[in-house]
């Protein structure tokens, strides 16, 4: 595990969490080419990074790093994902987080174990797909129907007016 001792290190980037035996065999580049590493506490591993600031733009070249990271771990592992820009004040903080939520963590780990991920993207040929939709649907419907009696919604050719 390659860790990072940077000095002007203000915080550390969390990639995701995994099992304590989480495995980073080649040297991975994090954000602003930062090594990655594990923090281990207990039967939970934080994949960190250290970085200089408290906040991450989204920009192109680090978006990429941190997906980057993460489409390396989910090669071999089950991970949980951190959303991008997640930084902590510390080590120590982030193994206060694992300690504290041990439990919780451990458990959806063994839940997403053994899961694939998979983009779906539908294209819709329909003039106006909420009305395509309510037609489908006598549930949705029922919903927008109560809804209008509440005075809580428009019909969508009313919402324009």
């Known amino acids: 595990m390659a860790r990072s001792h940077s000095k002007a290190a203000q915080g550390v980037y969390l990639y995701a969490v995994s099992k304590a035996s989480v495995r980073i065999d ?55 994902p951190m959303a991008f ?7 120590k903080a982030v193994s206060k987080m694992l300690k504290t939520y041990q439990s919780r963590l451990v458990k959806q780990l063994r839940e997403l174990g053994g899961k694939v991920e998979m983009g779906l ?26 809804m209008a009696l509440r005075g809580g919604g428009a019909h969508s050719g009313e919402r324009d007016r």
Not at 55 to 75: C, F, G, S, T, Y
Not at 121 to 146: C, F, G, K, N
């Open 85 to 91: 820009g997640t930084v902590a004040e510390s080590r």
């Open 26 to 80: 080649e040297p991975l580049a994090g954000i602003a080419g930062g090594s990655v590493y594990a923090l281990v506490e207990g039967d939970l591993a934080a994949i960190l990074s250290d970085v200089d600031q408290q906040k991450i733009r989204p920009e192109r070249r680090n978006i990429a790093a941190h997906q980057d990271v993460l489409r390396r771990l989910m090669a071999t592992d089950t991970v949980l």
């Open 121 to 146: 993207r539908v294209a819709l040929d329909a003039p106006d797909t909420y009305e395509y939709l309510i037609a489908q649907s006598p549930e949705i419907l029922a919903l927008r129907d109560q």
